[in-house]
């Protein structure tokens, strides 16, 4: 089993920035990629960024060189560095990781608002 513990969320005005993490525990180590997905208010969810074991990374179209993923060596730790922040940046991002494609594991979801 794995364990997702997301933070960082918050306020953040237009033009801002936010800091995600996103700590991963549990007895599987080996994985396909972990990430963020997020959801907003009568959205379906939707990829934000995943980042596999040797450090090759996949973004959403929508972010266009805004956010950042990132990990520690062992990707036990990643991380997601978001800046020029929007208003339909608002959405709760949710911590992902799948040990195999197509098996998922879900943090709860840490809130991200951007409002002035």
């Known amino acids: 089993q794995v364990q997702l513990a997301e933070s960082g969320g918050g306020l953040a005005q237009p033009g801002g920035s936010l800091r995600l993490s996103c700590g991963r525990s549990g007895s599987i180590v080996s994985f396909y990629v972990m990430g963020w997905y997020r959801q907003a208010p009568g959205k379906q969810r939707e990829l934000v960024a995943t980042?596999?074991?040797?450090?090759?990374?996949n973004y959403g179209d929508f972010v266009k060189g805004r956010f950042t993923i990132s990990g520690d060596k062992g990707k036990n730790t990643v991380y997601l560095q978001m800046n020029s922040l929007k208003p339909e940046d608002t959405a709760v991002y949710y911590c992902?990781?799948?040990?195999?494609?197509?098996?998922?594991?879900w943090g709860k979801g840490t809130l991200v608002t951007v409002s002035s």
């Open positions: 980042v596999s074991p040797g450090g090759v990374t």
């Open positions: 992902n990781f799948q040990p195999q494609l197509g098996i998922n594991y």
